[in-house]
């Protein structure tokens, strides 16, 4: 990951195919670069190895569980690995605990999205669980990147993404509704 893209950096653009739903007809959609822009949300992009493995899921369905905590924080919550949409449909399909997912899963096939972030890890060519909180503006304010055989703290994510929404300073543990630094 040596040309990970980082805080400060503007999101790469994207147009990807992602499956946002298990219901017969309406299991596809286009997500873009521009969604969360011109809703003005912050986007949460979590990045995850391979579909049916075993860390992923747990992470996965944490983040579905924690759906609302970001919706409540005009946050647009995303999923994504190299994994085909039809393969993380069938993924869906299979697993109890990813089959009402709250949350579309983005297929970067061609790998370019991953490629762009530099996530990809070198040998076998899919993304490591890197996760990106991005201002409603298109700019990288955090990264997270676990190795591919630790998951990642949802709560941490969230705890994060509320520091950055106060646009003040935070210190260390600070946690929503603590007092945040004042400069004198």
Known sequence: MSNLLSIGK??????????????????FSEITSQDHINAGNWMVMFWYPKDF???????IAEFNKNFEEFRDRDAQLLGASTDSE??????????????ELKFPLIADTS???????GILEENEKVAYRVTYIV???????????????VGRNVKEVIRVLDALQTDELCPCNWEKGQETL???
């Open 10 to 27: 503007q999101f790469p653009q994207f147009k990807k195919v992602a499956v946002v739903s298990t219901e017969k007809g309406k299991e």
């Open 86 to 99: 039809f393969v993380h449909l069938a993924w869906r399909k299979d697993h109890k605990d990813l089959k």
């Open 135 to 149: 201002d409603p503006q298109g700019i990288i304010r955090w990264v997270s990147a676990n190795d591919l055989s």
């Open 53 to 59: 493995t075993f860390v992923c899921p747990t992470e």
């Open 182 to 184: 004042k400069v004198a």
């Open 111 to 117: 790998k370019s999205l991953a490629e762009s972030l």
